[in-house]
Each structure stands twice: as structure tokens, then as C-alpha cells.
């Protein structure tokens, strides 16, 4: 059975820092592009940060780029999201994501349960 399940969330001031981590179970994670998305309440699912099979080589949305670094480590099938100077902005359910591209086009797409990070004074 295919899991990803996300920890790490919590409650955090402006300008403190947060280490999410998502560990999957159930397919070869070596093989699947990782991402972090979040959602805030009212609004659509966006993309936060994503990282390749090998690792390496990150893509970053705009509004977290130079806070937010995303790592993954194979051998522990385990993908991170370590988040700094975090921002009331960044308040939102965060989801580990797992896609491959296989024979025919054919998508494998998976997500985890979410993990709430709530940045408040």
C-alpha cells in the first residue's frame, strides 16, 4: 500500500523556523519526483517546492525562494521541507507529493494526508 505521511507541522512565530518531512512507504521512491504543495483556507492547492529523482536540483516558487529548501534522502525514502523566516503568508495544509511519468504516459500520483503550519503572533 502507497503512503506518504507528512510531520512537522505546528504553530510558529513570524521569523521562525519549521522542518517538515514526509516519509513514504509502498513504491520506489528513488523513482518519483518529490514536491511540497500547500493550501490555505479559500484557496486552491499551489506549488511550493519540488525537487528530482536525484536530488540536487530544485524548483521553487517565488514567494519561498532563499527561505524554503527542499532535500530528500533515498536511502531513508524520506523527502524534507526545511522552512525559515516563515511569514504569517505561509499559514496553509502542506502535502507531500510523489509523481512518476511511466511506459505510455501513464501517471502515478500520490499524496499524503497533509500537515498544518500555522505562523501567528
Known amino acids: 500500500q502507497v503512503q506518504l505521511v507528512e510531520s512537522g507541522g505546528g504553530l510558529v512565530q513570524p521569523g521562525g523556523s519549521l522542518r517538515l518531512s514526509c516519509a513514504a512507504s509502498g513504491f520506489t521512491f528513488s523513482l518519483y519526483a518529490m514536491s511540497w504543495y500547500r493550501q490555505a483556507p479559500g484557496k486552491e492547492r499551489e506549488l511550493v517546492a519540488s525537487m528530482a529523482l536525484g536530488g540536487g536540483s530544485a524548483n521553487y516558487a517565488d514567494s519561498v525562494k532563499g527561505r524554503f529548501t527542499v532535500s530528500r534522502d533515498n536511502a531513508k525514502n524520506t523527502v524534507y521541507l526545511q522552512m525559515n523566516s516563515l511569514k504569517p503568508e505561509d499559514t496553509a495544509v502542506y502535502y507531500c507529493?510523489?509523481?512518476?511519468?511511466?511506459?505510455?504516459?501513464?501517471?502515478?500520483?500520490?499524496w499524503g494526508q497533509g500537515t498544518q503550519v500555522t505562523v501567528s503572533s
Open positions: 507529493n510523489a509523481l512518476r511519468t511511466g511506459w505510455m504516459n501513464i501517471k502515478y500520483d500520490y
